[in-house]
Each structure stands twice: as C-alpha cells, then as structure tokens.
C-alpha cells in the first residue's frame, strides 16, 4: 500500500488483519476448507537483521519509486513485537499448524511484473529469495500469486525453474487483464470491476485447465470484495454473485477459485466474517450435492497435470501482504 496510503491511513485494516487471520482459519478448520496462503518474504523473518541478510543480491529499480520497498528499510522496526507492521513469522507458524494449509509465495518484496525499471533477472533473484526463506521455514513453494496481478506470461519459465508449479491467471475480460498501475487503476476498469462484484458481467466460473506443463494457470473466479457498510443494501446481490457462481462450477465438474487479503477482512470484521461463513456453508451444500471438494493451489495444479477426470473443486487463495487491490 506504501504508494497508495501511509500506515497511519491504513493502521486500522492491519491491526484488524491479525484479529482477522484466527477467524478465517477456525472457519476453514470447521468446513474443511484448503487454502493457499500467498505470502511476501518480508514477513517470514524473525528479525531485521534477518532480512537484511536474505535480500536478493540484484533489485528492481522502478521508474515509479513509490513502489520500491527498499529505500525504507532502514526505518522498520527490529522484530514482530516492535513492528508487527513489517514481520508475520508467528501468523505464518499459525496457518502452518491448521489442516488443508498452504503457504505459497507473493514473491520476495512485492515485486511488481509488468512495471517499467525491472527485468527477467531482477525477478529471478527476487523469486529466488522469496523461495529461499521459505525453505529456511521447510516450506517448499509450489504456487504463486502476481502482486496486484501483474502476470509476465515471460516470467512463468523462472517459476517452473524454481519448483514452482502453479500461479493464478486473471479472469478474461479486459478490465481484468494484466497491465501496469497506470492501465489497471484506469476509471472504467475500476467501474466495471466493482459492477462485477454485484451483477454478473462476466462468467466468473473458469473451465478446468488442460494444461500438462507447469507453472499450471489456476485462473480466479472472483474477488471477494469487504463488506461496504456505504453498499450494504447490495450484500445479497454480493452473496448471490459468488454462491451462483459455485453452484455452477459444481454443476458443470468445473472449479471455482475465490480470493482476497486477510487485511479485508481488518475492518468490519464480524460482518466479514459472517459473509465468509455463509460462502462456506453453501460450499458444504454443493459437497453434499455434487461431491464439491476443496483444494490449494498447489493440490489443483497436481490434478491437472495429472491430467485426470474433470473435477468439481472450490479454492481459495488468501493473499497475505500489503497490497490493496481491494481498492480497485
């Protein structure tokens, strides 16, 4: 967010995000629910000195500087308890401990793809070290997600290089499609994103990949926008959006693969939960009905690669960083 607001803006949706983060994984543990956690590197280390030792050894240099994370660095704080703003070891032990959990990457530094002032071998090293302080954790990374979307279809040989096996491509139309923060913050992509939240513009349930080489294209389904207390009088217009489009899947042997931040989840926390928690008990409907089941990132890429019979799965990808997409 460090080019869209300041902490004191945003201080309020990160402390909630640690409130947050045990809610979500009580209902995952309850509905038997598999997620993959898009993690940034930053926030796996224990320390400052920790991470200034496992910094990649080259750096993007963005024409946008508002978006590069390193010049500031020297002003965090020294650990988790001094500055839980900029570390996360004790939320990743947290999901680690709950079934069904996965931890995949939201690469090192947030690093942006398709922005001007970095290249292939910036995000190599990136990547690479986003791998390697996951390993540090033994977490091997099989799955990433593209901040803020931002997939480079000329980056996907690097993370089928290093291990990884499945990313999340953006939905079809156009205002979805990938494109640098001048494209992607354009008024009538916004607009039309925010339409597509409560009425349905787009298909928001994706066919199952044939793909038999990695890194496998999980594509999403749909963003699961916060509770807007300004939009309330459409939640079930929201909610409606989302479980049709679930049902569909089921019905079609099809996926559905919903997303968002922990940190949307910071404000408003009892009416996003609650929202949450209605999504979950009409996946455990379709479960019964259809034999629905969930799966991580990481567990769909295999059943695709596998190349086995269609399937009806619902996945989830919660995306622990400090973006603001959610705003889009």
Not at 176 to 195: P, T, V
Request: proline residues 6%.
């Amino acid at each position: 967010m460090r080019d869209r607001a300041s902490l004191e803006d945003y201080r309020d949706r990160l402390d909630g995000e640690r409130a947050a983060i045990p809610r979500i994984l009580e209902l995952f543990f309850k509905y038997g629910v598999h997620t993959t956690w898009a993690t940034v590197g930053f926030l796996f280390c224990e320390s400052k000195d920790e991470l200034l030792s496992s910094l990649p050894a080259i750096k993007p240099v963005y024409e946008n500087q508002a978006l590069d994370p390193y010049p500031s660095l020297s002003t965090i704080g020294e650990n988790e308890k001094l500055d839980p703003y900029h570390f996360a070891p004790s939320l990743v032990r947290q999901i680690r401990t709950c079934p069904g959990q996965e931890i995949g990457t939201h690469t090192f530094s947030h690093y942006y793809c398709l922005e001007r002032g970095q290249d292939a071998s910036h995000f190599r090293a990136d990547l690479r070290a986003a791998c390697a302080i996951a390993k540090r954790r033994g977490i091997d990374i099989h799955s990433i997600v593209f901040p803020r979307n931002q997939v480079n279809p000329e980056y996907l040989p690097i993370c089928t290089e290093l291990g990884i096996t499945s990313y999340r491509g953006n939905q079809a139309p156009s205002f979805y499609a990938a494109a640098d923060q001048s494209e992607m913050n354009q008024q009538w992509r916004r607009f039309m994103r925010m339409i597509d939240t409560y009425i349905p513009i787009t298909c928001c349930s994706p066919q199952q990949s044939k793909q038999k080489q990695t890194p496998v294209n999980l594509c999403a389904s749909q963003f699961l926008r916060p509770y807007s207390r300004r939009l309330r009088c459409l939640e079930p217009l929201r909610l409606n959006r989302i479980t049709r489009g679930m049902t569909g899947a089921a019905a079609k042997r099809s996926s559905f693969h919903l997303w968002w931040h922990p940190h949307n989840f910071g404000r408003n926390l009892k009416e996003n939960v609650a929202f949450l928690r209605d999504i979950l008990d009409h996946f455990h409907t379709l479960e019964s009905r259809f034999g629905m089941r969930s799966v991580s990132m990481d567990e769909a890429g295999e059943i695709c690669l596998r190349g086995s019979r269609p399937f009806r799965t619902f996945g989830v990808c919660a995306i622990s960083e400090r973006d603001g997409s959610e705003l889009a």
